[in-house]
């Protein structure tokens, strides 16, 4: 899929969603199923919309012949449940070998090393943090696994983060969809909460590039 296609159906997922829910019917629930175990399950797929796409669907919920609010609220988290589990698996058998790459084509060795970090200040609560966290997100469970965490724990953080962020973005879709402003300002808002989501990174890469320089200095 062309790249301008996928940021035409980012900003304008609440268009797309109807469209889907139209031509898809009751599939579009296994669509959204498969987005979200993607998204936080595969490390090649960290460019999935997120925050966003939790919103949107919210939304969708709370529109005319929408969605079933029930059947999401039941689905989407086990797909994220689901998702870090085969991701902290995938972490814990192939991802010492990963590391010790310089360079690979599929996993960009710069976001491996940010989520070690971010698990370094935040300890085990990183896999709740990371669920808001785009790319931070997707790597978590899998430099858990690396790192050989409990695999209680991890299922515990899993299980937790995985409900505070789905419940957090599709109700709050839910609630605030037919609201004036969202809904004539829909994109700016979906624009919004990605560049909300974006900054807690884009902090650290600005931190440590002034740390580095002021050390060079």
């Given amino acids: 899929m062309e790249a301008s296609k996928i940021i035409d159906i980012i900003l304008h997922l609440d268009v797309h969603l109807k469209s889907w829910a139209e031509q898809y019917g009751p599939w579009l629930y296994a669509i959204l199923f498969l987005i979200i175990f993607c998204e936080t399950g595969l490390v090649v797929t960290p460019f999935l919309p997120g925050d966003s796409l939790l919103f949107a669907v919210g ?12 059947l999401i609220l039941l689905l989407l988290p086990v797909a ?11 972490g814990h058998y192939l991802g010492p070998k990963v590391f ?3 360079q690979s084509r599929l996993l960009n060795p710069k976001h491996l090393e940010r989520t070690h970090a971010f698990y370094e200040k935040y300890g085990g609560k990183t896999i709740i943090f990371a669920r808001f966290i785009p790319i931070i ?19 515990t953080y899993n299980v937790v983060g995985a409900y505070v962020w789905i419940l957090f973005f599709v109700i709050g879709g839910y609630f605030f969809a037919n609201t004036p402003f ?10 919004g909460i990605i560049f909300v989501s974006i900054l807690p990174p884009l902090f650290e890469v600005a931190r440590e590039y002034f740390k580095k320089k002021k050390g060079t200095a």
């Fill in 59 to 70: 939304a969708l919920c709370a529109g005319e012949n929408g969605l079933s609010m029930g």
């Fill in 100 to 102: 010790q790459k310089k």
């Fill in 137 to 155: 997100r997707t790597f978590a469970p899998f430099v858990a696994g690396i790192g050989n965490m409990t695999y209680w724990k991890f299922a």
């Fill in 182 to 191: 969202v809904k004539k300002n829909f994109t700016l808002v979906i624009l």
């Fill in 80 to 90: 994220a449940i689901l998702g870090d589990a085969v991701n902290y698996s995938i």
